[in-house]
């Protein structure tokens, strides 16, 4: 038997496990898994979500494999935890599922985020493996000044947040289970697609076509942001993978552990199934991953825009108090704009592109004030984690946008 662990990747096709699978089973280099199974909703032939053009390949590698399954079933659920005939048992799971879409009803995000966390968790323990890393997405609000480690109680940003809040306080009570959580900011990269930073590359690329400064009214742009490498976020699911399974959670617990406090309604967690007392602060292994840009709006606008050969700028006082009376008119306005310009550059690129994966659509979650500054130094001292990409700069935004380009999902127009 290989002394590789063999690992298994719930969820997340549509945003981090296509990197993490590069990660662990590389098309060039050694591998890290002597097995790998990545089990989601969503079809790969034919695709039903966005892949990149660099994931088929991992997936045509021996001893990859991709599954297609329903994550709300149980039964589907213990399937996949099956290895193949001759393979060892799964040992590393690396749950990166949840709802990331922002219009889904509350029924939904339940089912979809804390009903299929559970049901993966629960196999997990009866399968006794030896590592389970939750991935967090960048669901909370810090504070508004410096950064903020994780004995901090940060808040969910918005009511849906508080299902993935809730998620990791149930993870947290099962006390067999090896868990340790991956608490990220927001993740840009090569071939991610989703999320808010690939829609602020993709409009400010629209405002430097159209020659015109990109406006927010969050002036004076000071609240962080902060940014995480889709390099790193893989690079710190395996090196939390491996942390924990070396220690195990009581010792994990002692080492890292953090109180997780209740955040929602009572009434609302008290009829679903595992959810956690409103009482408990159950605690759990945490760490916070961002890069060190320590990037704020204000930075983050200017760094992109610039990029693009336009400017970043803020509305006046005025324009400011009238955007917040009439959010729902601006939105409509400012994407007349965004959508007719983006569709204009699709068309022009040579060649024409007539399918891309990225939207130049802001709605009201996109045009929202964001607050997210973590301390990312526990990950550093406690796991030794030396980040791969520690700043957001042109080169990493060129990087992202010459490989959209090369697999024709960014517009190439000529001297832009």
Not at 68 to 87: E, M, R
Not at 163 to 183: F, G, I, K, N, Y
Not at 265 to 270: E, F, T
Request: some cysteine.
């Amino acid at each position: 038997m290989s002394e590789k662990p063999s690992a298994i990747i719930f969820g997340g096709l549509n945003t981090c496990s296509r990197a993490l699978a590069a990660l662990l089973v590389p098309l060039n280099g050694e591998r890290l898994v002597s097995h790998l199974r990545i089990v989601d909703r969503f079809s790969v032939s034919p695709p039903t979500t966005y892949l990149g053009a660099e994931f088929p390949k991992i997936l045509a590698q021996p001893d990859v494999e991709y599954r297609q399954a329903n994550l709300t079933v149980p039964s589907a659920v213990a399937s996949a935890f099956d290895p193949p005939p001759g393979k060892a048992p799964y040992s590393y799971v690396f749950d990166l599922t949840g709802e990331v879409n922002h219009d889904r009803s509350e029924v939904i995000v339940i089912k979809l985020t804390f009903t299929v966390a559970r049901i993966i968790a629960l196999e997990a323990v009866r399968r006794k493996v030896k590592a389970y890393v939750r991935l967090q997405q960048p669901v909370y609000e810090t504070p508004d000044k410096g950064t903020h480690d994780e004995k901090e109680d940060v808040k969910p940003a918005r009511p849906l947040d508080m299902w993935w809040h809730e998620t990791l306080r149930m993870l947290a009570s099962m006390e067999d289970l090896p868990l340790v959580v991956l608490r990220i900011g927001f993740v840009y990269g090569p071939y991610v697609e989703f999320g808010l930073y690939a829609l602020v590359i993709t409009v400010a690329s629209i405002y430097g076509y159209m020659n015109k400064p990109m406006k927010t009214p969050w002036g004076p742009g000071k609240d962080g942001v902060n940014t995480v490498h889709i390099d790193d976020v893989s690079g710190g699911l395996w090196a939390c993978a491996k942390w924990i399974a070396s220690l195990g959670r009581q010792q994990a617990n002692i080492t890292a552990g953090e109180k997780i406090y209740f955040h929602n309604d009572k009434s609302k967690v008290k009829d679903i199934e595992g959810a956690c007392s409103p009482d408990v602060q159950p605690v759990a292994p945490i760490f916070n991953l961002v890069d060190d840009s320590e990037m704020t709006m204000a930075k983050g606008g200017s760094m992109i825009t610039e990029f693009f050969g336009t400017t970043f700028e803020f509305y006046s006082f005025f324009e400011n108090a009238v955007a917040k009376f009439k959010l729902d008119d601006i939105v409509e306005d400012i994407n007349e704009h965004h959508v007719g310009t983006w569709t204009e550059m699709l068309q022009m690129s040579n060649p024409p592109i007539v399918q891309t994966p990225l939207n130049a659509y802001m709605d009201q979650w996109a045009l929202a004030r964001r607050k997210l500054a973590y301390n990312n130094s526990k990950i550093k001292n406690v796991i030794g984690y030396k980040l791969n990409r520690p700043q957001f700069t042109h080169d990493e935004l060129r990087e992202v946008v010459d490989k959209w380009k090369a697999e024709g999902s960014w517009p190439a127009l000529d001297g832009r």
